[in-house]
């Protein structure tokens, strides 16, 4: 097992046993500044993603006060941004998803399935995955064709 993984691994465990905050905790706590133009909200991101790793080192298990608009809320915001006009995978049709499905077809995108997975990668182990119906890529090989193709279903 390499420094790194050892490393990460271990901070998932002081976060399971509340020795530190998770990022989502930290990142609530972050202020962010708020515009509705995509490419100020990105510069934001910008500006805040190259310190997280720093202030999420640097955070212990204390109560923090949630921001009013966080790094979190800017994510969530730039994520709406994008459903106006998706790009959100790689076909690019840019729709604004609000209104119309895109290329994918997918109007409310439906969960398929979602457990607590226990047998790949066993330094990762246990993993929460997640399988969206509605995959618009159409692979051949594609080892959850029955969920991935049928939305509808």
């Known amino acids: 097992m390499t420094e790194s993984l050892k490393r990460e691994l271990s901070t998932y465990f002081e976060i399971m046993q509340n020795k530190r905050l998770s990022r989502l905790k930290i990142a609530e706590t972050i202020d962010a500044f708020h515009e509705n133009k995509i490419d100020s909200l990105w510069k934001e991101h910008e500006k805040i993603h190259m310190n997280f790793k720093n202030i ?5 298990v204390i ?6 608009f966080s790094y979190l809320d800017l994510k969530i915001k730039i994520a709406e941004e994008i459903y106006k006009n998706c790009y959100l995978c790689e076909k690019r049709c840019y729709v ?30 246990p993993s929460h995955t997640i399988f969206f119906a509605g995959c618009n890529f159409e692979c051949i090989y594609c080892q959850n064709y029955d969920i991935s193709q049928f939305p509808e279903s």
């Open 63 to 68: 109560k923090t006060k949630k921001s009013s």
């Open 96 to 125: 604004d998803r609000n209104i119309e499905k895109g290329y994918c077809n997918v109007g409310e995108p439906k969960i398929a399935s979602e457990f607590l997975h226990m047998s790949e990668e066993v330094l990762l182990v």
């Open 56 to 60: 999420f080192e640097k955070a212990a």
